[in-house]
Nanobody, 115 residues
Framework: QVRLVESGGGLVEAGGSLRLSCAAS????????RGWYRQAPGKQRELVAV???????SYADSVKGRFTISGDNAKNTVYLQMNSLKPEDTAVYYC?????????WGQGTQVTVSS
């Protein structure tokens, strides 16, 4: 059974940095991409960043230039380095591993940015 475990969330002042990690236990067949999503109170979940199996990356416009997604295939882990954080980045962040047959989700980690 596959399980995704996230870590690294917390409270930070505006302008600060955080690094999120998401490690998958269990084997995922035909992994296509790993990504980070977020959901703020009263809003829909949105894609923040994604990295494909070929290491191509894509970002939401709101985080371009500030966030960096990376993956460690040997550790089956995906990271999100978040710099220059803004109060509007406050949300629960979820990692996602997308395979050909299934989407796997982490439990979410809270990121709060104070002004």
């Amino acid at each position: 059974q596959v399980r995704l475990v996230e870590s690294g969330g917390g409270l930070v002042e505006a302008g600060g940095s955080l690094r999120l990690s998401c490690a998958a236990s269990g084997r995922i067949f035909r992994l296509n991409a790993r990504g980070w999503y977020r959901q703020a109170p009263g809003k829909q979940r949105e894609l923040v960043a994604v990295i494909t199996s070929g290491d191509r990356t894509s970002y939401a416009d709101s985080v371009k230039g500030r966030f960096t997604i990376s993956g460690d295939n040997a550790k089956n882990t995906v990271y999100l380095q978040m710099n220059s954080l803004k109060p509007e980045d406050t949300a629960v962040y979820y990692c996602n591993f997308a395979s050909s047959g299934w989407d796997y989700w982490g439990q979410g980690t809270q990121v709060t940015v104070s002004s």
